[in-house]
Structures are given as C-alpha cells and as structure tokens.
C-alpha cells in the first residue's frame, strides 16, 4: 500500500493523516482515526512520544508504520486487530486505565 500522508509538527509533538480519505476512511473510531482525519497514534496521557531527539523521531515513525500495518489488518479482518484497544475519548480512557490499574 502506498500512502500520501500530511504530517503536522507542532513543538516537540507530531500529527498524521491521509491527504485525501483514498486508502483508509475518512472518520472511524474503530479504526483509530479521528473526526479531523488525523490518526490515534498512541493515548498522550499515557504514551505519548516528544519528539525530542532521533529516537523519539524514530518512535514515532515506527508507531506510524505499525498503525498503517493494522490498518490493512484492520480492512481485511473487519475490526481492529489489536485486543488491547482502549476506550475511545479521554474520560473513557482514563477510567478504563484506572480500572485496570486496581
């Protein structure tokens, strides 16, 4: 698969999205992509990646490539292929991180 993507740097934290909604779609929760387009990377709250030094850049670029992996995963199985997903929004999130946590 070949993607045009649009990546977004503001200070030390970085953003993605398809350029035009062609191979993923355009808004899908399940899929981990949000109302403006750009993908859910990772939870900030929790693990987030500053992109400070070469390899925070690398982190990110892998979790770029991982995601885009699952997404193909993702169109073939019909649901999200990771079983740790968490809940979507960040009051879900938190909560289910709390629960998990004891």
């Given at each position: 698969?070949?993607?045009?993507?649009?990546?977004?740097?503001?200070?030390?934290?970085?953003?993605?999205?398809?350029?035009?909604?062609?191979?993923?779609?355009?808004?899908?929760?399940?899929?981990?992509i949000n109302?403006?387009?750009?993908?859910?990377?990772?939870?900030?709250?929790?693990?987030?990646?500053?992109?400070?030094?070469?390899?925070?850049?690398?982190?990110?670029?892998?979790?770029?490539?991982?995601?885009?992996?699952?997404?193909?995963?993702?169109?073939?199985?019909?649901?999200?292929?990771d079983a740790?997903?968490?809940?979507?929004?960040?009051?879900?999130?938190?909560?289910?991180?709390?629960?998990?946590?004891?």
């Amino acid at each position: 698969h070949t993607y045009r993507l649009v990546i977004a740097i503001f200070g030390g934290a970085a953003t993605a999205r398809e350029e035009k909604p062609l191979l993923l779609p355009a808004f899908c929760p399940e899929r981990h992509i949000n109302r403006d387009g750009s993908f859910c990377l990772f939870w900030r709250a929790v693990d987030d990646i500053v992109i400070d030094s070469v390899s925070a850049a690398r982190a990110w670029w892998e979790t770029l490539i991982r995601f885009l992996q699952q997404q193909v995963r993702a169109a073939r199985l019909r649901h999200w292929p990771d079983a740790k997903a968490r809940a979507h929004g960040e009051k879900a999130a938190v909560h289910q991180l709390r629960a998990a946590r004891g």
